[in-house]
């Protein structure tokens, strides 16, 4: 049955419909460092801004009942963090690395002792209700196509009935690839991140365009936050990020600051996550020596691969040259 079941259309549809969904909060959170760092601003608050939007989507979703409110109540705590960031970081040139981890430590924090006084569950929000959660999309093909052999697993499963975050979350890796590289804008932002000087010299603001790099950063961290309660999950849950917020960092330099490179990346570990959850309990090939496959050793491979990446395996990538550097403009 083992051999079997690695040559089951069923299995592999699942496991790639599950790693599209694994992925997007890696995505979207990868999308973020990109757009940061181009601009020079190192953004290690991943996780924290994912963590405390998470928690704002589950509590006014709780509380309001609305999706609508507690995406937009996400994205106000997103890019308020965000700005805070740049306060320290752009306008006062205070060290990235280490705003970046206050944040996170701070929000890791401050969502248990929020949740424990607003709603006496542990850190926990009250589970949300459908009405607040996000539906999913294209139900109709995807029962139409479930009777036909073959087609109906492997494109059904794997890239229908998906919720709208989870295909928003993969348009949006072109989009940030176009607004960087085709755009004057992206120009602008890009040169923000290497040469500051220069784009001071032609009169633009190093300053604004650092924040508006931020803002869009914290945007896309309040979608991965959202995504986590109102598609994932059924509430929130302290420390619910478990590290994605640095996978998503791990695998934008993996991808060499490139959007379609990062995405690459994003994708690769969620297809570890996808398989650790679809081999509990299931046994090896024959050929390999059969057994029951180490659950615990598969749920580690996304954060070893991210040392070994991280370690020289990811080829010759360059980082902007001003990435961590505070530009302080000459009077």
Known sequence: MADTLWLDPVFWGGLLGSTLRVSVPLVLCALA??????????????????????FTAGAVGALGGSMALALLAALAVGIVLSMVHGYGCVSHTGDQ?????????????????LGIAGFHQGGQTPPLSDAVRLAPLGGGLRTALAG????????????????????LAFALVPAVWWLLFRTRYGLRLRATGD?????????????????????????????????????????FVPHMTAGRGYMALAAMIFGKWHPV???????????????AIRL????LPAALGGGAVPVQAIQALPYVL???????????????AALGVPYVKER
């Open 33 to 54: 460092a990109t757009l940061s760092e181009r601009a020079g601003v190192i953004d290690l608050g991943l996780e924290g801004k994912m963590l405390l939007c998470a």
């Open 261 to 275: 490179g990062a995405l690459w990346a994003c994708l690769l570990f969620g297809f570890l996550d996808a398989l």
């Open 97 to 113: 690395v280490v705003m970046g981890m206050a944040i996170t430590m701070i929000a890791a924090g401050l969502t248990v002792v």
């Open 306 to 320: 991210t040392v070994v990446l991280l370690a020289g395996f990811i080829g010759r990538a360059r980082a902007p």
């Open 148 to 167: 036909v052999p073959g087609l109906g697993p492997l494109v059904g499963d794997a890239l229908l009935g998906h919720n709208a975050l989870v295909y």
């Open 195 to 235: 040469n500051p000087a220069m784009v001071d010299a032609a009169g633009l603001s190093v300053r604004g365009l650092r924040y508006s790099a931020l803002a869009l950063n914290g945007g896309l961290c309040a979608l991965a936050g959202s995504y986590l309660v109102l598609a994932q999950n059924a509430n």
């Open 280 to 283: 509990q309990g299931v046994a």
